[in-house]
C-alpha cells in the first residue's frame, strides 16, 4: 500500500453538513491525487497536489477543495456534502521520478 | 471525459484460458497504464508502456500498444482464480510537465472460474 492510509475507512454523513477525509503517506512522496470511483464512471480525479500547499483542480473538482499544509497529509473538504457526492474516495501518491501511481485503500462515503 | 475506454466491460473465463482486455483512447499521449482493482481495494499498478514501446512483458502480462489505432490490449497468460479483478487503463491526460495526471477507463471486471 505504499505506505498510505486513509482515514476514515467509511462514513455516513447527512445532506448539508461538512465532511473532511484524510490521506496520509509516510514516504515524502511529493505528489498526491484524490479520486473518487463511481459505477458507470470509473476513477474520477477530484484535486492533486505538487507540493506543500500547492494544489489544483481535476476534472471533477466542483463541491471539493483540498488542502496541504504538510508534505505527508491531503486533505479533502466537502464544504457541504449532497448526495451525488456519495461515493468511494480513493487517494494516491507518485514518486517524483516515475509515472506510476499508488493508492490508498479507500474511504467509503454515504450522504443521506 | 474518459480518455481510455476498456472493451469489453465483463469477462469471464475458465482457469488456465488467456485473457485479453482492450483499451482505446482518443489523444497523443506519453504512456499507458495498467491497473488491477480487487473488489473493495485500492487500485494496484501492473505494467507501463510507453509510447515510443510497441510490446512490454511482465511475467504473466503482455501489453500492446498501437498508437496509430490509439489503442492498447492487457493479455493476462494462465488464468487463475486469484486474477478475478477489475482492470483499467490509464493515460496521461497532459502532454509532459511535472504536474502529471492520469485519466482513467472504466474498466474490464474480469472473472476467472475455477
Known amino acids: 500500500d505504499a505506505g498510505i492510509t486513509q482515514s476514515p475507512r467509511h462514513k455516513v454523513t447527512e445532506t448539508g453538513t461538512p465532511v473532511t477525509l484524510r490521506c496520509h503517506q509516510t514516504e515524502n512522496h511529493r505528489y498526491m491525487y484524490w479520486y473518487r470511483q463511481d459505477p458507470g464512471h470509473g476513477l474520477r480525479l477530484i484535486h492533486y497536489?505538487?507540493?506543500?500547499?500547492?494544489?489544483d483542480k481535476g476534472e471533477v473538482s466542483d463541491g471539493y477543495s483540498v488542502s496541504r499544509s504538510k508534505t505527508e497529509d491531503f486533505l479533502l473538504t466537502l464544504e457541504s456534502a449532497t448526495s451525488s457526492q456519495t461515493s468511494v474516495y480513493f487517494c494516491a501518491i507518485r514518486q517524483a521520478s516515475s509515472y506510476e501511481q499508488y493508492f490508498g485503500p479507500g474511504t467509503r462515503l454515504t450522504v443521506t | 471525459s474518459q480518455q481510455g475506454e476498456e472493451d469489453p466491460q465483463a469477462l469471464s473465463i475458465q482457469e488456465g484460458e488467456n485473457a485479453t482486455m482492450n483499451c482505446s483512447y482518443k489523444t497523443s499521449i506519453n504512456n499507458l497504464q495498467w491497473y488491477r482493482q480487487n473488489s473493495g481495494r485500492g487500485l494496484v499498478h501492473l505494467i507501463l508502456i510507453r509510447s515510443n514501446e510497441r510490446e512490454k512483458h511482465s511475467g504473466r502480462l503482455r501489453v500492446t500498444l498501437d498508437t496509430s489505432k490509439k489503442s492498447s490490449s492487457l493479455l493476462i497468460t494462465a488464468s487463475r482464480a486469484a486474477d478475478t479483478a477489475s482492470y483499467f487503463c490509464?493515460?496521461?491526460?497532459?502532454?509532459?510537465?511535472?504536474?502529471?495526471?492520469?485519466?482513467f477507463g472504466k474498466g474490464t471486471l474480469l472473472t476467472v472460474n475455477p
Open positions: 490509464a493515460t496521461d491526460a497532459d502532454s509532459g510537465g511535472s504536474n502529471y495526471k492520469l485519466t
Open positions: 497536489s505538487y507540493g506543500v500547499k500547492d494544489t
